[in-house]
């Protein structure tokens, strides 16, 4: 886990519309705001994926363009968790890395770059060059993208959830580990922690046995899953059941399951029936997206600033606001900017316009990214 770290942030600089261009300008201004991803990628420099690759080549002349330090030395790390080693004087492959142009000509190749990525893909989600696109589904296929060139930072967005489905035809269950990079709040009136903590998280299930959950069908009889998934470690009991926190206030104990029905395949007998589909959540990424659906009508949606959780073994994690990405307009058509910690403060960055400006809710929040700090 890499916690914020104040070496990798950077000062307040905009950039230009190159025409519909603002929910792009937006996702990659919050996405430079999370300070692990420019230090997973220099920790990453000398490997292949990094500088043999022309996306993340062009994402750290970003970084270095907007005046991000890039072979410095760097602040250490007041967190509990283990630091990072402090860059050297001297980076072996800053001839690489140097920008020769502005910023805004590296971001427009890597956004010609996503374009072309959509277009190749075998989905119905095409993306051009010029036309509106949603800041979620770019930020979506901007994370299909990570996840092909540069696997080491796609990683830090990436949660896991065990999704179960159970078949009242013939009782059986199908269960698979799957993973995620965003929450989506369909309705404004649930809170991102009723969102967020409704379900069992913690950071340190990487190495445990997912334990074997109840589920409840349709017609409320319980059931055992039948198939448990392997793994090398087992979880206690204790481990099972974290109680998560918000803004350092305790939430209630909460149901760990959420059903909903569905007309999925169940792998045990294949048929077409009344299902309930239910999903856990098991380990939360280093970055958390949060996705608030507002096209059809603008509401104020209340968020904290800080997230903590209380895991296994009374550790507590923390997470930082480091963006929060605004819309304004309907599903036809609007403008993206967005609210950035930088090196000096929170800026709002309006393309290229820059001013100082708090963290706050307002009825045009659309996105938020919440990093990592600490782990006590």
């Not at 950077?10 to 705001?33: E, T």
């Not at 300070?35 to 500088?51: F, G, H, K, Q």
């Not at 098991?282 to 970055?287: A, G, V």
């Amino acid at each position: 886990m890499l916690p914020i770290n104040d070496a990798f942030k950077l000062p307040a600089r905009g950039f230009r519309n190159i025409g519909n261009s603002c929910y792009f300008n937006s996702l990659m201004q919050s996405v430079l705001s999370c300070t692990s991803v420019m230090e997973t990628l220099y920790i990453n420099r000398e490997t292949p994926e990094v500088a043999n690759n022309r996306f993340a080549i062009y994402l750290i002349k970003i970084y270095i363009a907007l005046g991000g330090q890039w072979g410095t030395s760097s602040t250490p790390s007041t967190s509990s968790t283990p630091s990072t080693p402090s860059p050297p004087s001297v980076d072996t492959k800053i001839d690489i890395f140097k920008p020769e142009h502005s910023a805004d000509v590296y971001l427009v190749a890597l956004y010609r770059i996503l374009i072309r990525y959509s277009q190749a893909k075998k989905n119905n989600v095409k993306m051009y060059i010029g036309s509106q696109e949603d800041a979620q589904e770019g930020f979506m296929m901007l994370m299909d993208l990570f996840d092909y060139c540069i696997p080491q930072v796609s990683k830090l967005f990436k949660h896991r959830y065990l999704s179960t489905i159970h078949c009242d035809r013939c009782g059986g269950n199908s269960a698979k580990l799957e993973e995620g990079v965003s929450f989506e709040l369909e309705k404004t009136e649930q809170s991102l922690s009723e969102i967020l903590f409704e379900q069992a998280a913690s950071i340190e299930d990487h190495l445990c046995t997912i334990p074997t959950p109840t589920i409840t069908s349709a017609n409320q009889h319980n059931t055992q899953l039948d198939q448990q998934p392997t793994d090398q470690q087992h979880m206690s009991p204790a481990d099972q059941q974290p109680m998560p926190t918000t803004d350092q206030q305790h939430m209630p104990p909460v149901d760990h399951t959420q059903t909903t029905s569905t007309d999925a395949k169940v792998s045990v007998c294949g048929w077409r029936s009344n299902k309930v589909k239910i999903s856990k959540l098991k380990t939360l990424s280093e970055i958390i997206v949060v996705s608030i659906k507002k096209y059809m009508r603008k509401e104020l949606f209340s968020f904290p600033a800080k997230l903590s959780f209380t895991f296994k073994n009374n550790r507590v994690g923390v997470y930082r606001l480091m963006s929060q990405i605004e819309h304004a307009g309907g599903m036809g058509g609007g403008h993206y900017w967005a609210i950035c910690d930088r090196s000096d403060g929170v800026y709002e960055l309006n393309d290229e316009s820059t001013r100082l400006l708090d963290f706050c809710p307002t009825e045009s929040t659309y996105m938020l990214f919440y990093q990592f700090e600490s782990l006590s």
